[in-house]
């Protein structure tokens, strides 16, 4: 999984691939911890390259939504297919994230335009 993370902005982008079973969601919350432990305050998830998603990882999202905006921050989903959509919906947890249509769309929703080129350059 890929991590962009602009120290400066506080914002970073998550990147995970294939299904979002239990091992990649302990990496998964491994690194939203250590982002919001570091000052990151928004955090997007880039649903772009996810087949799957398994209910037990998505309250591990849900755990990680609530610890963010415990930190006066909060953790959204871009990017979502028509199958990831309807399982947020069969698990009525849709409503509890902000949701976008791309990353650039989150970010300039979140945070204000022009991040993505810096994003695209942190690491």
């Keep these: 999984m890929q991590v962009r993370w602009s120290e400066a902005h506080r914002v970073a982008v998550l990147d ?3 299904d979002l079973g239990i091992r990649t969601m302990v990496e998964m919350k491994n690194a939203v911890s250590n982002l919001l432990r570091d000052g990151c305050r928004v955090l997007i998830v880039d ?6 998603l398994e209910a037990m990882s998505l309250g591990v999202l849900v755990e990680r939504l609530c610890r963010a905006r415990e930190m006066s921050g909060t ?7 028509a199958d990831l959509t309807a399982r947020l919906d069969e698990l009525r947890v849709h ?7 791309s990353v650039a769309a989150a970010l300039e929703g979140l945070v204000g335009a022009g991040l993505e080129g810096v994003l695209s350059q942190a690491a």
């Design 16 to 18: 995970p691939q294939g």
């Design 95 to 101: 409503s509890l994230f902000p949701t976008f249509d």
């Design 47 to 52: 649903c772009r390259g996810v087949h799957r």
């Design 75 to 81: 953790l959204a989903l871009a990017n979502l297919s």
